[in-house]
Nanobody, 120 residues
Framework: VQLQASGGGLVEAGGSLTLSCEVS????????IGWYRQAPGEQREMIAA???????NYRPSVKGRFNISRDDNKNTVYLQMASLKSEDSAIYYC???????????????WGRGTLVTVSS
């Protein structure tokens, strides 16, 4: 299984951005998928996850601003980000696993990250 994250870029504070995580080598409907981010000098943190059944959970700091969704017909999971703040600047990674706990623990498969920079 391989994951490819894309959609990062430079956006002004208050703006929006949508990230995509494309799954290859398997069908995404078999996988639980999460988005993590890592800012310079900080630990990687989970910000959103979506189960095979569509159940979602979010880090409190992004709840209400970020929305994770999946389109298994396209083998892709999305992270819609709105009302972006400078503290949202980070490299964003997606991870996947057949077991949801591996996604929550960060021990699943990882793709390369995509950089999000929010200018204030």
């Amino acid at each position: 299984v391989q994951l490819q994250a894309s959609g990062g870029g430079l956006v002004e504070a208050g703006g929006s951005l949508t990230l995509s995580c494309e799954v290859s080598g398997s069908t995404s409907d078999r996988l639980h998928i999460g988005w993590y981010r890592q800012a310079p000098g900080e630990q990687r943190e989970m910000i959103a996850a979506i189960g095979k059944n569509g159940v979602t959970n979010y880090r409190p700091s992004v709840k209400g601003r970020f929305n994770i969704s999946r389109d298994d017909n396209k083998n892709t999971v999305y992270l819609q980000m709105a009302s972006l703040k400078s503290e949202d600047s980070a490299i964003y990674y997606c991870t996947a696993a057949s077991n949801p706990f591996e996604v929550l623990k960060g021990t699943g498969i990882w793709g390369r990250g995509t950089l999000v920079t929010v200018s204030s």
